[in-house]
Nanobody, 124 residues
């Protein structure tokens, strides 16, 4: 059974940093990604990585501020978030899929497996 468990969310002041972690178990995944969803808004692609070749992609709203990294030994995907802004406030979800291996998919429909989410709140 596949499990994705996020951690690292919390309250941070604008301009600060947080690092989210997602530990995956129970499967072999071709792509892994982070999404976020703010109240009343659609789920938004943040960034993802393809296991074959390690290509990455980022959403426009986070380019230059957020960065993905991974520890294959522990099956952990990290999201380093810098220069946080008020509009980064959302629930952040880790996602994974085993149908695609070469290109990152930037829509929620491209992911079969999801974590429970971790809240990130950016204060003024």
């Amino acid at each position: 059974q596949v499990h994705l468990v996020e951690s690292g969310g919390g309250l941070v002041q604008a301009g600060g940093s947080l690092r989210l972690s997602c530990v995956a178990s129970g499967g072999t995944f071709g792509i892994r990604a982070w999404f976020r969803q703010a109240p009343g808004k659609e789920r938004e692609f943040i960034g993802g990585i393809a296991e074959n070749g390690g290509s990455t992609a980022y959403g426009d709203s986070v380019k230059g501020r957020f960065a993905l990294s991974r520890d294959n030994a522990s099956s952990t995907l990290f999201l380093q978030m810098n220069s946080l802004k008020l509009y980064d406030t959302a629930v952040y979800y880790c996602a994974a899929d085993d149908r695609y291996f070469h290109l990152v998919v930037d829509t929620p429909a491209g992911y079969t497996y999801w974590g429970q989410g971790t809240q990130v709140t950016v204060s003024a």
